[in-house]
Each structure stands twice: as structure tokens, then as C-alpha cells.
């Protein structure tokens, strides 16, 4: 048996989410795969693919591992807590901030009214995704719809609330000792 462990190390948009997605099921349609580890690393993104990504994660029928090796910024911090287990580096952190939209081109009142109802929503799905999952405060989730300031917290502090079950360097070798395989998306 193997230890899969797939990098992503990207934002979070249609064709990145696209290409992990692609690379997760291509791992877990493999005949060897004892332990599947996403090594993972991201600014954010779209807020609609991080919800779609996390609901996506959920629906997987393999236990899945996410281990921060960086930076896990905005949106990806829904994203990261679709795992059944979480883990971190160290030196890895979590951010907290506003979430924010970006338009393309020339917007009517009625395109404009669309997205404040698609961010609020994603805002509000973030939120309860944070509070189902973890003990993060209302302080620090408040910073998604700007009513607080921006927080940053470090491994340790992660692990106190609940983002992370522990804080490790993963080994060179698999669980008991089984051998790695090394993926990216």
C-alpha cells in the first residue's frame, strides 16, 4: 500500500480547482492508495469554487488529509476544513479578511445586485462552515464580512481553536512506514 500526497499549491479558481479535482480522483481510482495527503498552500480565490470545492472534498468516499505546508489565506480556509483530518506545519498560518469580488467589463445595476447576493451568500456559507468545524471566535470570522479587522493566526493558534487537529513535520516516509508517492495540481 502507498501513501499519496498531492501539492496544491495555488489560488482558487475554475481551472485550478478543475485540475486537483482531476488529480484527486485520479489518485483515488489507483489500487494501492492506503493514505491520501493534499499538501496544501493557497491566497484564496473565487469564492464560488471554494464552496463548490468544499462541498466537492465532503462528498469524497476516502478519508481525506490536509496538510497546511504555507500560507492558507480567504477563501481557502473553507476549503482546507473539508478534510477529515488537518494538519499543519510549524511555520504555517491561516488569514482571515474581507472577501471581496472582482468584476470583468461594464456591470448593470441588476449584474451588480447579483453578485452582493452571490458574496453575501458565500460569505455566510464560509461563515458557518468556520463555526461548524472549528472554535475560531466571531471576532476573527467577522473579518470575512469586514465587520472585523483582518487576523492572522499562527499554527499553535490554529491549534487551539480547532482548525488543525496537530501541528507535524510529515515524515519521508508513509504511515508505518509504507512508501510516498508525490503528486501535484
Known sequence: MTEYRL????DIYPDTVTIFKNQLCNILAL?????????????GGSTDQSVALYTFIQSINFPIHMHAIGHIGSVAIPVFLSADKRTADPKARFFFHEYHWTFDGQQTLNRINESVQRLRNDIDVAQEIIREKTEVSDDVIMA??????????QSTEALEVGIINDILNLEKVG????KVQNWSA
Do not use: H, K, Y
Open 31 to 43: 489500487n494501492d492508495v492506503e493514505n491520501l495527503i493534499v499538501l496544501f498552500s493557497s491566497d
Open 7 to 10: 501539492t496544491f499549491s495555488n
Open 175 to 178: 504511515s508505518n512506514g509504507s
Open 144 to 153: 470575512i464580512d469586514g465587520n472585523r479587522p483582518p487576523a492572522l493566526l
